[in-house]
């Protein structure tokens, strides 16, 4: 079911708080962070939301770089988290 909604969902980060800090570990919404533990189990989730965060990034009409900066901080702390699960190398 959540992959009905996942486009939304990633676009729907932009409005949500986020908060990077250059001398601790990056803050990332709750929202994110249920899209990031969701997408890690299963593959065809993780593909879909790597690849929408990856478009919402290259977004030319995006005028907030904020944006951009986060989508590309939410990629990074998802690909990461997949490096840390197990059997991730079959993914």
Request: hydrophobic share 40%; charged share 25%; glycine share 2%.
């Amino acid at each position: 079911r959540l992959k009905l909604y996942l486009l939304q969902l990633v676009q729907a980060l932009k409005h949500e708080n986020w908060v990077v800090d250059t001398d601790a570990d990056s803050r990332e919404s709750e929202l994110a962070a249920f899209l990031i533990s969701r997408s890690v189990q299963n593959f065809t989730l993780g593909n879909r939301f790597y690849w929408y965060l990856t478009v919402e990034m290259n977004d030319d009409n995006i005028a907030n770089k904020e944006h951009t900066q986060m989508y590309t901080a939410v990629r990074q702390a998802f690909t990461t988290e997949l490096e840390k699960t197990p059997g991730s190398a079959e993914m």
